[in-house]
């Protein structure tokens, strides 16, 4: 009933940009957070960035200061702004919902975790 889809991958240059975009879809009443994760070949999936339905953020380290994570709650849609990108920020990045409360028939039920298909970013040096 929920899906989320992930748009804005590419290929870029070490200090260039890419704005990452994921859009849930159902019939979705609220949204709890939402937030990007990412996996690297050979390592495990890490997070990068999440914000809440109050538009609390929360960054991994590393992604301070060129990262910017923002909401669009009216369209259930989060982005990923990213600058300044390095050859090391180089994975598969996934979206992820979490509360995710929604219409099924005329209840509401809430369900607790979901991801997107990933999108490649690939940054050369």
């Known amino acids: 009933q929920v899906q989320l889809v992930e748009s804005g991958g590419g290929l870029v240059q070490a200090g260039g940009s890419l704005r990452l975009s994921c859009a849930a879809s159902?019939?979705?009443?609220?949204?709890?957070?939402m937030g990007w994760y990412r996996q690297a070949p050979g390592k495990q999936r890490e997070l990068v960035a999440t914000?809440?339905?109050?538009?609390?953020?929360n960054y991994e380290d590393s992604v301070k200061g060129r990262f910017t994570i923002s909401r669009d709650s009216a369209k259930n849609t989060v982005y990923l702004q990213m600058n300044s990108l390095k050859p090391e920020d180089t994975a598969v990045y996934y979206c992820?919902?979490?509360?995710?409360?929604?219409?099924?028939?005329?209840?509401?039920?809430?369900?607790?975790?979901?991801w997107g298909q990933g999108t490649q970013v690939t940054v050369s040096s």
């Open positions: 159902g019939r979705i009443f609220s949204i709890s957070a």
């Open positions: 992820n919902a979490e509360g995710v409360t929604y219409y099924t028939g005329s209840n509401l039920r809430t369900g607790y975790d979901y």
């Open positions: 914000i809440t339905s109050g538009g609390t953020t």
